[in-house]
């Protein structure tokens, strides 16, 4: 069951560094307390996320290969769908059931993004629809756009899960693992990317790729993109868009990012349905999404697909 989140301890001089450094590998580790405003940007605890941008520049020298774009592209292709068909639909929302093997096996998928665990993930995005474009929601563009982006996970704030939130995935030792220790299969995966290449250099040399090349590309390329595509629909898609639906927030449909996206961009939709496990209503709204599920669903991975109700489809339409 849920713990409770360890008392803040009180760091001054060399002790507050070193606090964000055991972060960094040890979310469960004491927060630093320090007086300082929980809203302003945690710059020491974030500096990996700083270093993963920075690492794209990579692409300089290790130059390219179009074997290492590939995986670039299945790397994002397949952890979109693990962020949005785990992470959102079902750790969220609960859109479908699975088992608990392949519950975990996405999770393991989704926590390779670098969008931190399942149960902070799904914590704060429960607490979004809650709160959708109130004062209370912490990534509303009414707030401000690149704080809506990246700016509010970045702040000291948001970096607890709040285990209330989630009880029912908190219950299973194994995602409160992968939620603690988020930096673990990230790491395994870029390890796993530069051994990889290292070993087609000398295996298939006519691929033309190597360790720190598969690694820039496979690794930090694809996660940035992947990143950024993704809190698209915290921002964008609350600003940028139509509105089929007379919501309370400001949510839009938007079929680029829905492309983008594997169906996310059908945000207005989802915000008049979250239950659903599909978000593309009309037959044109391109959900891939849905179509992965209804995949997995057809090898009897998954089951219960939640439906639109017919009655919710046609009602609540934003006046022209
Ligand atoms: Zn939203
Ligand atoms: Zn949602």
Redesign the pocket.
């Known amino acids: 069951m849920p713990t409770t989140p360890p008392s803040p301890t009180h760091a001054t001089g060399w002790r507050r560094p070193l606090q964000a450094l055991a972060l960094w590998f040890d979310t469960g580790a004491a927060p630093v307390e320090d007086g300082r405003d929980p809203d302003r940007i945690d710059w020491l605890r974030v500096l990996p996320f700083v270093g993963l941008h920075l690492a794209c520049l990579g692409v300089v020298w290790v130059g390219f290969s179009w074997f290492a774009l590939g995986t670039a592209v299945a790397l994002y292709a397949a952890r979109m769908f693990a962020i949005t068909g785990f992470y ?1 639909r079902y750790f ?2 609960k859109a479908f059931r699975t088992s608990r093997p392949v519950q975990f096996v996405f999770a393991l998928v989704g926590a390779a993004s670098v969008q931190r665990g399942p149960l902070w993930w799904a914590a704060h ?1 429960r607490h979004h ?1 809650r709160h959708a474009d109130t004062e209370h929601d912490v990534h509303s563009p009414r707030h401000g756009f690149l704080h809506s982006h990246m700016g509010w996970f970045l702040t000291r704030r948001s970096f607890r899960t709040d285990l209330d939130s989630v009880r029912d995935l908190a219950r299973f030792p194994e995602l409160r693992l992968l939620d603690r220790y988020d930096i673990l299969v990230p790491v395994l995966l870029a390890t796993g990317l530069f051994g990889l290449g290292a070993w087609l250099e000398t295996a298939f040399p006519g691929l033309g790729t190597n360790g720190p090349q598969l690694l820039v590309w496979g690794f930090f390329v694809s996660t940035v993109v992947l990143f950024h595509v993704t809190v698209t629909i915290n921002s964008l898609a609350h600003r940028w868009g139509s509105r089929r639906f007379a919501t309370r927030d400001d949510s839009r449909n938007n079929a680029l990012l829905a492309l983008l996206t594997f169906g996310e961009g059908w945000h207005n939709n ?1 915000h008049h349905f ?1 239950g659903s496990a599909r978000q593309g209503f009309a037959w044109w709204e391109l959900d891939l999404t849905y179509l992965g599920l209804r995949a997995l669903a057809a090898l009897g991975l998954v089951s219960d697909l939640r439906p639109v109700p017919a009655a919710l489809r046609n009602v609540r339409r934003e006046p022209a």
């Open positions: 959102h969220s929302h995005h629809h989802h979250p």
